[in-house]
């Protein structure tokens, strides 16, 4: 009969260890998303408002820009095919999918896609209140141009105010099918816009919102959310942010787990955002970790072992097995 307690009590504890350390379980997380690049221009200063705006735009063959300027710092990541920028005194510049040219404020260039497909591109800018976003030069009234580019998706978030340095990042995350993001804020202000496929962004605290392709999400600095996909194909997004020197571009909620890095796509890419080793526990949206049949076994096991022990103890006082001593 001491052997069945023993082997009852074996039984137990390995158990309560387990519902102990059940939380580990419950907070096995999805994959996280793919960055497929990172586009970055350190340095920027702005005094007074501006407004930041993320455009996608589609270049056909043949199809190219007039020499001309920005009234703000920005960039341009290629998204896909190569373009070629054109920059005064300087050799052209041919860029492929992942690559980046660099704007700053008053400098003339040109943009052309010289190739046979269709090239789109991902331009964000930090415009000053009341300046201009483009300013055509050099190109005198009546002369003929190429047909330009279409604009895809515009985004904007105006009323932005930045106290000293602050870096720009353009990043483009593919979400597969079921990957998310966990519970976790950013250290400046941004603008996700959906470029292909669809996910549901999750504001704490507010309903989802579910944007498709050209819909937009505006990402204040401090706000907690998630990002996932529900769907059943793939999801593409350009997030555009401004990162106040020294701040934090990711920040998970203090109640998630991390989670892996996210995986490099096979494409010529700068390295990945200080990334969300972006990610933690389980939020709205995200798929079920099972956590609900793990507790049910656990508790039917606990309480198989502690019947054990109690008619283990119970046959031994009925025997006699256990008298006191003299």
Do not use: W
């Not at 519902?19 to 793919?34: C, Y």
């Not at 960055?35 to 340095?43: D, K, Q, Y």
């Not at 990402?219 to 999801?235: E, Q, R, Y």
């Amino acid at each position: 009969m001491k052997r069945i307690i023993r082997m009852s009590l074996a039984l137990l504890m390995p158990l309560l260890a387990l519902m102990a350390s059940g939380a580990a379980f419950a907070q096995e997380l999805p994959p996280g998303p793919t960055v497929v690049s990172r586009s970055s221009l350190p340095g920027q200063t702005i005094n007074g408002e501006f407004e930041l705006i993320n455009i996608m735009l589609d270049f056909d063959p043949g199809a190219a820009t007039p020499p001309h300027t920005h009234g703000g710092p920005g960039m341009v990541t290629v998204l896909s095919q190569e373009m070629v920028f054109g920059m005064e005194g300087k050799p052209d510049m041919v860029l492929k999918s992942g690559e980046v040219y660099h704007d700053l404020p008053g400098m003339v260039h040109t943009a052309a896609n010289k190739g046979a497909s269709t090239s789109r591109v991902s331009y964000m800018v930090a415009l000053p209140k009341g300046a201009a976003l483009t300013t055509v030069v050099g190109v005198a009234e009546g002369t003929d141009l190429p047909p330009g580019p279409k604009t895809v998706y515009r985004n904007s978030l105006p009323g932005l105010t930045m106290q000293g340095e602050f870096e720009m990042i353009n990043l483009i995350l593919d979400f597969a099918p079921g990957s998310a993001t966990p519970l976790h804020r950013h250290g400046g202000p941004g603008i996700v816009t959906v470029i292909e496929g669809e996910l549901v962004f999750a504001p704490e605290g507010q309903a989802e919102i579910v944007g498709k392709p050209g819909d937009v999400y505006l990402d204040l600095p401090g706000t907690h959310h998630t990002a996932v996909n529900k769907s059943g194909a793939p999801a593409r997004v350009s997030y555009a942010v401004l990162l106040p020197t020294g701040a934090t571009l990711t920040t998970v909620a203090a109640a998630s787990a991390p989670a892996p890095a996210p995986a490099q796509a096979p494409a010529p890419a700068p390295a990945p955002v200080e990334q969300p080793a972006s990610a933690p526990t389980e939020f709205v949206g995200m798929p079920s970790t099972g956590e609900g049949d793990y507790n049910l076994v656990v508790l039917v096991a606990l309480v198989v072992a502690a019947g054990l022990i109690f008619e283990g103890m119970s046959r031994l006082l009925r025997t006699g097995g256990i008298r006191p001593r003299d």
